[in-house]
């Protein structure tokens, strides 16, 4: 299942958090997400505090060394935990990698170059109740273990990004990934695409097969305002070892807005339309989240998610509201009123 996170960790951490300098150039970073939240299935419901709303709550060890001509070393090691019981951590990223003139490559697990196409396209930044991460991503990938990671320089607004990973180094194909991305980042307009290819092992067979995700996002700004479109087709084998295992095709598509209304206040919306092409493993389905947040401080925000997901047809593979709940159905709709502070 989907680890949650804000897409654009690394510029709220660098832009929204105070950071801590330890005397050998480390820098320790991070977020605490506590939540009030109300979960409803189509027969129950749960009330219950939760973490990680707007993102997941973290601990973020990270540092660069000036190597000389232009060029810098750089890591990050990043861990997730539960602040509302202290459970964890569990690994998100870890990484190590150059820079310079010439591009970036780095290795170790890391985000793929569609976490950073489409959820650039995500308006809630990929929060807990993401209907991009818990719809359009659902079970393909968007951070790996054993990759190699290239993005090039930025030239008249166009970079590509390229990932390519060992899988689970067992001598066969299972768990590999590939990926080719190309984004346009200038002034108001960011555009990208990326192509994704997955192999799994058939949880029920000897068999390694493979899936394919292609995404298509859009952004483009407005003063304060920016609207969101995202675009993805699916075709192949997804597997989440041991548990589920299923083929299906199709497409969604995702539009949404995001509106700084002042320099405290914010919303977003995103509403996303999934089309199977069997309705067999996977459903038709429709979803939408609504979010406000209100900055206390430059480290400090309150806020309210409410989400829900529709679906036409009761499948074996649900869509969840939230992947930070193991109850059984998942739940189609939910509240979050929380607090979430950056460090």
Known sequence: MKLKGAVASALLLAGASGVVHAEDGVKISGFVDINLEHLSTPKNSV?????????????????????????????THEMQFSADTGAGPTPRQSFVGLTGSWGTISMGRQNTPSY?????????????????????????????????????????GFMGRFMVTAGQEDGTSNGRYVSTAIEYREGPLFAGAVSDLKYNKNLTGPNILSSRDNYFALAYRFGSVEPTFIYHTYNGYYAYPPYVGFNASGWDAQAGVRWQITDRHRVFASFVV????KNVAMSDAKGMLLGYGYNLSKRTDLYANYGRINVKNNTTVAYPMTFNSSGSPSPNSGIQLGIRHAF
């Open 47 to 75: 009330n219950r505090i939760s973490s990680g709303g707007l993102n997941a709550s973290r601990l973020v060890f990270s540092g660069d060394e000036d190597l000389g001509g232009g060029s810098k070393a750089f890591f």
């Open 116 to 156: 950073w196409i489409a959820g650039y396209a995500d308006p809630s930044w990929s929060a807990d109740y993401s209907i991009v991460s818990n719809m359009q991503f659902f079970y393909a990938p968007y951070r790996e273990n054993n990759s190699l990671a290239y993005n090039t320089p930025r030239v008249g």
């Open 274 to 277: 999934k089309k199977d092409d």
